[in-house]
Nanobody
Framework: QVQLVESGGGLVQAGGSLRLSCAVS????????AGWFRQAPGKERELVAA????????YYRNTVKDRFTISRDNAKNTVYLQMNSLKPEDTAVYYC???????????????????WGQGTQVTVSS
């Protein structure tokens, strides 16, 4: 059974930073791409950033480029999202997701992700 557990969310002032972590357990000998999604109240879930198994390929949505950095430590089965210069519009529940694939790529298609975490709340105050 694959489990993804996010941590690191919280309340921060605008301009501050947070680091989200996603611990992946089960099927840890298989390769997977990972993505961080977010969903704000009344809005659809959107992909924020994604990273391939090797870490050589990544994706960022335009609104977070140069502020957020996705990374991973495969030895620890953990994926990270470093969020700097946070803005109130970054407020959302952040979800980690895993796409188990033998291809070293990333996808923005939500339906390609096989497993999801329970989410962690990020609130940015103005």
């Amino acid at each position: 059974q694959v489990q993804l557990v996010e941590s690191g969310g919280g309340l921060v002032q605008a301009g501050g930073s947070l680091r989200l972590s996603c611990a992946v357990s089960g099927r840890t000998f298989s390769s997977y791409a990972a993505g961080w999604f977010r969903q704000a109240p009344g809005k659809e879930r959107e992909l924020v950033a994604a990273i391939s198994w090797s870490g050589l390929n990544d994706y960022y949505r335009n609104t977070v480029k140069d502020r957020f950095t996705i990374s991973r430590d495969n030895a620890k089965n953990t994926v990270y999202l470093q969020m700097n210069s946070l803005k109130p519009e970054d407020t959302a529940v952040y979800y980690c997701a895993a796409d188990f694939t033998t291809i070293d790529y990333v996808t923005s298609r939500e339906t390609e992700y096989d497993y999801w975490g329970q989410g962690t709340q990020v609130t940015v105050s103005s």
